[in-house]
């Protein structure tokens, strides 16, 4: 595998600026200052376990509300009793709905762009299937071993299509990309572990994204793998990232009979992908902080798995990464920071994390009875109820720069909201977590390695890149 030097960032920024200026290329393109690493889709063909997931969340400032798009697939050939298409929205009130198939052919998934989408049922059409690949780029679609297993019958479009010709194809399904969205879904749990946990009947949706953050500042000329550069190797599990740390969202959601339509609402993306999910993780999110728009956190611990053969040997692992208003982004994590928590089984979140430069302390509630269950990929049931969410958290964001081994005067950063995304996962546990985050060596110096992801997937010729760069 070819790695790239962070010296080689001027030359991937001007190949990214003649992609972004190229009107020809398929898909709408996004400014390369806030295109991710690890956009495109993962799966390597091989028979080995793997899901790979997306996450899209909208927060509607009008009513307070917020939903997430979630999708995922798991095990791609369709070989295992897990393999399957998963669609879930987490809706306003903290509603939920899913549907779930174990025929995983009518997935498709861009390798090295972020595009994918699936389709439940095909619309009643005469019109031809499109064809399986796209002038922008390859495309894996699943089941290509033809081992599918019964489910909803599999058919649809194997591309992005404009957003007024999908609902006219897919019947039920959905279409994601970097800028667009849209999708139709009834609840159909079965195949999915666990019982039928959906509130509303049926769900439909189409918006259009604006990217403004991804993981890094807007004024560097890449943006950063959030897990740095030791992700493009198999040594973890799962692998994280996030896509957008703040974009603008407008477009309508249909949640059962209600319908809400909103412009310029702030939104967040992010991908897991590996054999599954951590054995124990809690996440905080907002971009919605009162009076500040632009500003965005991410706060995560997680007891991953480390591969390359150590067999049942985790680490905790966080970060707490804090996009401000101009464009700057600090990034606390354990090659550079000491990063600790105290988080409650749910309702309570606490972190903090120090290094010579700053200091930050997220401090998140919510309700006892706030939440929803929510699936996620587990390694022995597939898609399972395996960890609880809610919109309506309240959240406060302190930030400090440091120097001399202290704060330096009042926060560069005081921000407070009550519609902050809080998640608790794993398990199950039943006690306060207090632990710290310990990178194990030698992959703690080999992370701090000045490696350029973002270069090593613009520089190499789309057809050598791994696959998801």
Sequence with gaps: MVLLLAGHSRASALARRRNCLDGRRRLAPVC????????????????????????????????????ALIYSIEDPLGNTPQAGVGL??????????????????????????????????????????????????????????????SGTAAGGPRRLLPA????????????ASDSTQQGRMVALESGAAGPPLSTVPNASWSLTIKPKAGWGSTSGPTQKATAGWLSVLPIFEPHWQVMMAHGEASGWLQWGGQRYEFQDAPAYAEKNWGGG??????????????????????AVGARRALLLGLQGV???????GVHLPGG??????????????????????????????????????????????????????????????????????????????????????????????????????????????????????????????????????EPLRPPGL
């Excluded at 899901?51 to 009008?62: A, H, N, R, S």
């Excluded at 903290?94 to 989408?117: K, S």
């Excluded at 309700?367 to 969410?389: H, I, N, Q, W, Y």
């Excluded at 996962?425 to 110096?445: D, L, N, Q, T």
Aim: proline share 7%; charged share 20%; with cysteine.
């Design 328 to 461: 700057e982004f600090v990034e606390l994590v354990p090659w550079n920071s000491e990063l600790e928590w105290d988080v409650d089984p749910w309702g309570r979140w606490w972190l903090r994390a120090v290094n010579d430069r700053y200091e930050a302390l997220v401090e998140a509630t919510c309700a006892p009875e706030a939440g929803a269950v929510l699936r996620a990929p587990t390694t022995s049931m597939g898609l399972a109820p395996f960890c609880k969410d809610t919109f309506f958290g309240q959240c406060r964001l302190r930030l400090w720069r440091r120097a001399g081994g202290t704060k330096q005067g009042q926060p560069l950063v005081d921000a407070t909201s009550s519609t902050a995304a809080l998640e608790v996962g794993g398990g199950p546990w039943w006690s306060a977590w207090r632990a710290r985050a310990e990178m194990k060596e030698p992959f703690r110096s080999l992370v701090t390695l000045p490696l350029d992801v973002a270069g090593l997937g613009q520089l190499v010729p």
């Design 277 to 298: 999910f951590p054995s124990k993780w809690h996440w905080i999110q907002c971009n919605s902080f009162d009076g500040q728009p632009g500003l965005s956190v991410t």
């Design 88 to 149: 879930q929205v987490m809706g306003p009130d903290d509603g939920y709905i899913c549907q779930f198939t174990p025929n995983v052919t009518g997935f498709w998934a861009e390798r090295n762009r972020l595009a994918l989408g699936a389709t439940f049922k095909p619309a009643n059409t005469t019109a031809s299937s499109p064809s399986s690949t796209t002038s922008s780029g390859s495309s894996w679609s699943s089941g290509s071993s033809g081992s599918s297993r």
């Design 164 to 175: 007024d010709s999908f609902f006219a194809q897919v019947e039920q399904g959905f279409q």
């Design 32 to 67: 390369a200052s806030v295109t991710t690493p690890h956009s495109g889709y993962h799966f390597d063909g091989t028979p080995r376990r793997f899901f790979e997931g997306w996450y899209w969340k909208v927060q509607l400032p009008e009513t307070g509300q917020s939903f």
């Design 314 to 320: 985790e680490e905790d692992v966080g970060l707490i």
